[in-house]
């Protein structure tokens, strides 16, 4: 439970950065956020992965979640697009990651048998 919170940290502070980051072109003092966005973001990952979960995954949902979430956001803060190919593109980066974390699910018992031998 721990590292998916970890994991929801991580990218609510990435998400917060990067909109930071867009924040900064009007004012540069947003660049001290996009700081402190990033390095707790990386800070959480690290911890995500510390609980045990594997790389490919964590990144993943990390990646996929900070696009969707950034792009939705963006177009409600900053009045910037979001058209029907950016959905059906943040839907194929989502359903990716879905693959890869049911990969990975299938593959724990078999790489736990392989330990054991």
């Given at each position: 439970m721990r590292k998916w919170l970890f994991l929801v940290g991580a990218i609510v502070f990435e998400v917060s950065?990067?909109?930071?980051?867009?924040?900064?072109?009007?004012?540069?003092?947003?660049?001290?956020?996009?700081?402190?966005?990033?390095?707790?973001?990386?800070?959480?990952?690290?911890?995500?992965?510390?609980?045990?979960?594997?790389i490919g995954v964590a990144y993943g949902i990390w990646g996929a979640s900070g696009v969707a979430l950034t792009a939705v956001l963006a177009r409600v803060l900053f009045d910037e697009p979001f058209t029907t190919?950016?959905?059906?593109?943040?839907?194929?980066?989502?359903?990716?990651?879905?693959?890869?974390?049911?990969?990975?699910?299938?593959a724990q018992p078999r790489e736990r048998e392989r330990v054991r031998r």
């Open positions: 950065g990067t909109l930071a980051l867009r924040a900064s072109l009007d004012n540069s003092l947003w660049v001290v956020a996009v700081a402190i966005g990033y390095v707790v973001s990386f800070g959480f990952l690290a911890a995500v992965l510390r609980e045990g979960a594997p190919v950016m959905g059906l593109g943040i839907a194929i980066v989502a359903s990716g990651v879905l693959l890869v974390e049911v990969g990975s699910q299938k």
